[in-house]
């Protein structure tokens, strides 16, 4: 397995992309540290579909927006599973709703912006002291962050391409301590953020302009999770990588 005895942390890792990722995690031997937000339920279906599998799991609520409920996401890890921790996945965010420049208030436009960027910050700061030389973290961007994003998304665009160049100023920073700093920039993958946010007609235009013609799985983003989190990519850091099916190239 190639993550075998790592302890991990999922911050969003209870649905859709963060739950693929933790259970993919778990899968190839890691320890699952399972943050979520609000639904219980999905984040208890997610523990219970690990451990029925063989692995092993935790979860914790918290508000990655908040340092209080982000130190104590960390310290139920480190409870749990020691004083180490080697992966950091940062999947929590979200475009919350679409709206233009026109429609948005100062308070709407900072909360886009704390819950894609500040919750990778406060969960970075906190953890990264107790990786060890090898470890992994990798952040959720979005083509948004490139392409600047679809009608009424340009507060989450905007944290999104922060984010990026969060990514590179931390694998600059955390490079000389052995530690691995990478984003993926997800296109149009079947998750609930499309069911809430793209019409169904934008959905199938854009996987039939997609070079592979369909949209991406939450379970194909996870995978490739799991090697940046593995020795498998130990040369590659500060990198922001689509994965979009070939529908934008960087």
Known sequence: MLLENKVAIVTGGARD?????????ASEGAKVVI????????????????KAAGGDAIIVQGDMTKKEDVDNVVAQATEAYGDQVDILVNVAGGLVARKKIDEMDLDFFNFVIQLNLNTAFLMTQAVAPLMPKGSSIVNFASQAGKDGG???ASAYATAKGALMTFT??????LGPKGIRVNSLC???????????FTATAVREKVAVSTPLG??????EVADFVACLASNQSSFVTGTNIDINGGLMFS
């Not at 992309?17 to 995690?25: P, Y």
């Open 168 to 173: 590179r100023s931390m694998a600059k920073e």
């Open 17 to 25: 992309i963060g739950k693929a990722i933790s259970l993919k995690l």
């Open 35 to 50: 943050n979520y937000f609000d639904n219980e339920a999905q984040a208890t279906q997610t523990l219970i579909e690990i």
């Open 150 to 152: 679809g009608p009424g």
């Open 214 to 219: 369909r949209e991406g799985r939450a379970e």
């Open 186 to 196: 997800p296109g149009m993958i079947a998750t609930t953020f499309h069911d809430t």
